[in-house]
């Protein structure tokens, strides 16, 4: 009797990529570097409000120089986890999980660079020009990262529960996340909308969104470990 060796099903879910680690390394990179500015401010370090804490930066350029590179180097290991966000589930998700992550990252980015502008000795005796930058800053890396912070986990939560590789109940959080994170979008409507209403889904979006992301993390990397 002869026996064929039956070739794999090529429809097989990819395993998880490793560059998804870079997703737990963008939350503490955050985190890490909103303390420094913090600590190196006087507990003055940026503030949710536009405007608020401008005079924090001008009195300490450390401060927003610590706070503009911790969130490039977050928004650069962003736009790597998305990467791999995208060949984990890969599919015709793949492309949406790769767009909202270079967006995400691309924010978050560009917000530092505005704030790290901040810091220039240019700036003096310009103070119109100084609060249009910082108000500016606080758009694209407020609601506008969040925003389509909100667009890439949203995406992965999705993807997540109809491949069955993460649990129900985590890509579930990760859609209430994602739908606290778009919410966001409602501080571009001031002054129609009252500031108090609307800039609490801010932050809920962002740390909602940094649980969902180590929690994704962590199991799509446990589910690769041979049983046993």
Same mark, same amino acid.
């Given at each position: 009797?002869?026996?064929?060796? &039956?070739?794999?099903?090529?429809?097989?879910?990819?395993r998880?990529?490793?560059?998804?680690?870079? =997703?737990? =390394?963008s939350?503490?990179?955050?985190?890490?570097?909103?303390?420094?500015?913090n600590?190196?401010?006087?507990?003055?370090?940026?503030?949710? *409000?536009?405007g608020?804490?401008?005079?924090?930066?001008?009195?300490?350029?450390?401060?927003?120089? &610590?706070?503009?590179? /911790?969130?490039?180097?977050?928004?650069?290991?962003?736009?790597?986890?998305?990467? =791999?966000?995208a !060949?984990?589930?890969?599919?015709?998700?793949?492309?949406q999980?790769?767009a909202?992550?270079?967006?995400a990252? =691309?924010?978050?980015?560009?917000?530092? *660079?505005?704030?790290q502008?901040?810091t220039?000795p240019g700036l003096? /005796?310009q103070?119109?020009?100084? &609060?249009?930058?910082?108000?500016?800053?606080?758009?694209?890396?407020?609601?506008?990262?969040v925003?389509t912070?909100?667009?890439?986990l949203?995406?992965?939560?999705?993807?997540?529960?109809?491949?069955? !590789?993460?649990?129900?109940?985590?890509?579930t959080f990760?859609?209430?996340?994602?739908?606290?994170?778009l919410?966001?979008?409602l501080?571009? /409507?001031?002054?129609?909308?009252?500031?108090?209403?609307?800039?609490?889904?801010?932050?809920?979006?962002?740390?909602l969104?940094?649980?969902?992301? *180590? /929690?994704?993390?962590l199991?799509?990397?446990?589910s690769?470990?041979?049983?046993?």
């Open positions: 009797m002869t026996y064929t060796e &039956v070739p794999r099903s090529s429809t097989a879910p990819p998880p990529d490793p560059r998804l680690w870079a =997703g737990i =390394g939350v503490l990179i955050f985190l890490v570097g909103l303390a420094l500015t600590v190196i401010a006087g507990g003055a370090g940026p503030a949710p *409000v536009p608020m804490s401008l005079p924090a930066f001008a009195a300490n350029p450390t401060s927003a120089a &610590v706070n503009a590179l /911790g969130q490039a180097l977050s928004g650069i290991a962003l736009v790597v986890f998305a990467s =791999g966000l !060949r984990t589930f890969g599919g015709r998700i793949a492309a999980l790769t909202s992550g270079a967006l990252g =691309g924010t978050l980015i560009l917000s530092a *660079v505005l704030m502008s901040l220039s003096t /005796g103070p119109a020009l100084a &609060v249009a930058l910082f108000n500016l800053a606080f758009l694209i890396g407020g609601p506008a990262h925003v912070l909100a667009m890439l949203g995406s992965a939560a999705i993807a997540g529960r109809r491949s069955g !590789r993460l649990p129900h109940w985590l890509s990760g859609m209430v996340a994602s739908g606290a994170g919410l966001a979008v501080n571009l /409507g001031s002054p129609l909308l009252p500031f108090a209403a609307t800039a609490y889904f801010i932050p809920a979006g962002r740390f969104g940094f649980v969902f992301i *180590v /929690g994704m993390v199991n799509l990397r446990r690769d470990r041979p049983a046993g």
